[in-house]
């Protein structure tokens, strides 16, 4: 089995940061991109940053600048740092991970179970 465990989220002020880690676990014999999405009440999930295993990053225009995706592949961890944060950030945070269970099978893309961020105006 494969989990990943998000953790992090919160309730903050405008303007305020959080950090969002995701640690993989279980069988995993490689990772290749990680992931951060999130979805709003009402609104279907959106992409928020991606970062491939060679650390190339990717992100929403809407955050690019203020938020920050990294990894600890040593760890199987992923992170997103929120800086400035907007009452239009608030959604529940959901990390992902395409990953190899072993080496004979093809990537998979695993989800966490979300975390909540809430950014008060």
């Known amino acids: 089995q494969v989990q990943l465990v998000e953790s992090g989220g919160g309730l903050v002020q405008a303007g305020g940061s959080l950090r969002l880690s995701c640690a993989a676990s279980?069988?995993?014999?490689?990772?290749?991109?990680m992931g951060w999405y999130r979805q709003a009440p009402g609104k279907q999930r959106e992409l928020v940053a991606t970062i491939s295993s060679s650390s190339r990053t990717n992100y929403k225009d809407s955050v690019r600048g203020r938020f920050t995706i990294s990894r600890d592949s040593a760890k199987n961890t992923v992170y997103l740092q929120m800086n400035s944060l907007k009452p239009e950030d608030t959604a529940v945070y959901y990390c992902?991970?395409?990953?190899?269970?072993?080496?004979?099978?093809?990537?998979?893309?695993?989800w966490g179970q979300g975390t909540q961020v809430t950014v008060s105006s």
């Open positions: 279980g069988r995993i014999f490689s990772i290749s991109a």
């Open positions: 992902n991970a395409e990953l190899r269970r072993t080496i004979a099978v093809v990537s998979t893309t695993y």
